[in-house]
């Protein structure tokens, strides 16, 4: 198995903003604001995972 060095420039993944209140409709619209940011919070929940495996063990300078 290979391992690929970390590049410096590995910045940590950042969350997604959430949507304001007047964002959202409240018509059922599909999708809707709230399923775009929860698919994003999900997306960002993973590359955090997958970031933080490969910054496993890593010194913080």
Not at 6 to 22: G, K, L, M, N, R
Not at 33 to 40: R, W
Request: aromatic share 6%; hydrophobic share 20%.
């Amino acid at each position: 198995m290979s391992t690929k060095p970390i590049p410096d420039d590995d910045p940590q993944p950042v969350p997604p903003e959430p949507p304001a209140p007047e964002e959202c409709c409240n018509s059922g619209c599909i999708p809707c604001v709230y399923d775009i940011y929860n698919e994003a919070l999900d997306n960002y929940r993973e590359a955090l995972k997958t970031w933080r495996a490969r910054h496993e063990g890593k010194s913080g300078g």
